[in-house]
């Protein structure tokens, strides 16, 4: 079946710097990925979502590249700030009923 | 804006009890699913329901049952509490057909003891 996994536990960034998040799956047929943003005590909350007849979309301050060649998903939060803290999830469309795979998460420190 | 509730923020339960955690969407979603979210696993799908009275299992339905008697509710009902059932519950619901998009709740904190 589908596995999704992210290539870091934890990210550490000074406030004002870039942010990068990695996401790799297994599925080549899967069709739709998203993001989510899980602050302390909190539900998972969308980010940003892209399709797979897109290589790229963005948000504000956020980018998702998606390459389906060798299978790997990304996200870019431009100049970070203290309340970007969270943990990052991605997941990845899979299957019928519209289910989401998850990726283990992402912890993302911002230092000032 | 879309409201998912779930009953409980913080719950503790004995080993052995019959533990009900509650969720309910406002937004007339198809969809509706229960994930435990445990440290270094990211979120695994126990059940899911795709309309009222149908249920499907999820990746890790072991231990677990769920009812969906009105499309706004769904339940997560631990037959038997165990320890190793401690856990984040997070409920979540999606619009359905084409509708990847999922919409969560806050979460419950369940410490079985």
């Known amino acids: 079946g589908e596995s999704v996994g992210l290539h870091l536990p934890t990210l550490s960034v000074q406030e004002g710097d870039n942010s990068i998040i990695n996401c790799a799956y297994s599925n080549s047929a899967s069709d739709y990925f998203i993001w989510y943003k899980q602050e302390s005590g909190k539900g998972p909350q969308f980010i940003i979502d892209?399709?797979?007849?897109?290589d790229k979309r963005q948000g504000q301050r956020v980018t998702v590249l998606l390459n389906k060649t060798v299978k790997h998903l990304s996200l870019q939060i431009a100049a970070t700030q203290p309340g970007d803290s969270a943990v990052y999830f991605c997941?990845?469309?899979?299957?019928?009923?519209?289910?989401?795979?998850f990726g283990a998460g992402t912890r993302l420190a911002v230092h000032p | 804006d879309v409201k998912v509730t779930q009953s409980s923020r913080y719950l503790v339960k004995r080993t052995g009890e019959k533990v009900f955690l509650e969720c309910v969407q406002d937004m007339d979603h198809e969809n509706m699913f229960w994930y435990r979210q445990d440290p270094g696993l990211g979120l695994r799908l126990i059940y899911f329901s795709y309309d009222v009275k149908m249920k499907e299992k999820g990746d890790i339905p072991e231990g677990y049952s769920v009812s969906r008697e009105k499309k706004e509710r769904f339940s997560l009902i631990l037959e038997s509490a165990s320890t190793n059932q401690t856990s984040m519950y997070l409920c979540?619901?999606?619009?359905?057909?084409?509708?990847?998009?999922?919409?969560f709740g806050p979460g419950t904190r369940l410490t079985v003891t």
């Open positions: 997941a990845v469309g899979s299957g019928g009923y519209n289910k989401l795979i």
């Open positions: 979540a619901s999606s619009i359905g057909t084409d509708g990847y998009e999922q919409y």
């Open positions: 892209i399709r797979s007849n897109m």
